[in-house]
């Protein structure tokens, strides 16, 4: 049988949840960008595989989180979006 999580556990899981969905979007965005990408913008410097393999990562972890089941009233609009968003990218 799985642990439970504490509150405070699950607030901190969608925190990171909500940055890995910014990492997706951020590396999405500055590919499509192309050459109009600046430095300061997240995965600019990354090569297209270095992209989908970040992108890759980061969706890995939050289909895992979508698994559990101890979520409260956590609100998955965005999280769901950053995982539609990089399937397509790294298909």
């Known amino acids: 049988m799985a642990e ?4 405070e556990e699950i607030a901190q899981a969608y925190k ?3 940055d890995g969905a910014t990492a997706i ?3 999405i965005s500055a590919h499509n960008k192309g050459d109009d ?3 300061f913008e997240f995965g600019y410097d990354m090569t297209h595989d270095q992209k989908k ?10 289909k895992h989180q979508k698994t559990l089941t101890d ?5 998955f609009t965005v999280i769901d ?11």
Do not use: M, Y
């Not at 439970?4 to 509150?7: P, S």
């Not at 393999?53 to 939050?62: M, P």
């Open 53 to 62: 393999a970040q992108v890759a990562s980061s969706v890995f972890h939050l």
């Open 37 to 39: 990408v600046t430095p």
């Open 71 to 75: 979520w409260t009233d956590e609100d």
């Open 16 to 18: 990171q949840c909500l």
């Open 81 to 91: 979006k950053a995982i539609t968003d990089a399937d397509a990218f790294t298909g």
């Open 4 to 7: 439970t999580r504490t509150a």
């Open 25 to 27: 979007n951020s590396v």
